[in-house]
């Protein structure tokens, strides 16, 4: 028996969202595939190209990732000589390295395919309202996560 069309699924953002996400993730592994690489992967390679020497804390939060997220995908990619660290101290700084470099070109190049790909199913004009609406959402549920955890945090200031 098939479920109905009309059900609280449909309406559901954390449903939805969480739906799109896999499928594009689908048409990003396409994408990213001859390149041995993950889309995550990918997205911190475009930002150690185009930052070379940045931080992991300041990748952590570009991508909005937990930093211990990021150092498994710093390590990963270290143990396949795509970046290197360069430790002083105790402040680490990512960058590409030859063989990581020697791939640019491709990685742009499978990121601008599959923004492509996806603004041609859905048009250029919705996918573009789309990511902006979403990060715009995305904005406003983090700073109220943020500030309710801060109001869970703070002493009450009447007794």
């Known amino acids: 028996m098939n479920a109905p069309v009309n ?4 309406t559901c953002l954390f449903f939805n969202t969480n739906t799109f ?10 994408e990213f595939k001859a390149l041995n690489l993950s889309a995550a992967h990918a997205s911190l390679m475009l930002l150690v190209y185009e930052t070379p020497g940045i931080h992991p804390k300041e990748l952590s939060r570009l991508l909005q990732l937990n930093p211990s997220t990021i150092t498994r995908f710093i390590d990963a990619l ?4 795509l970046l290197r660290r360069e430790v002083r101290g105790k402040t680490a700084r990512i960058h590409p390295t030859k063989a990581g470099l020697s791939l640019k070109a491709d990685v742009a190049k499978a990121y601008k395919q599959l923004i492509m790909a996806y603004s041609k199913i ?6 573009a309202h789309l990511s902006q609406a979403i990060a715009s959402a995305n904005s406003r549920i983090k700073k109220a996560l943020s500030d309710a955890s801060s109001e869970k945090s703070s002493p009450d200031k009447e007794f």
């Open 78 to 81: 270290v143990k396949r000589n």
């Open 7 to 10: 059900n609280f699924l449909e």
């Open 122 to 127: 859905l048009g250029f004009e919705e996918a």
């Open 21 to 30: 996400s896999r499928e594009l993730v689908k048409l990003a592994d396409g």
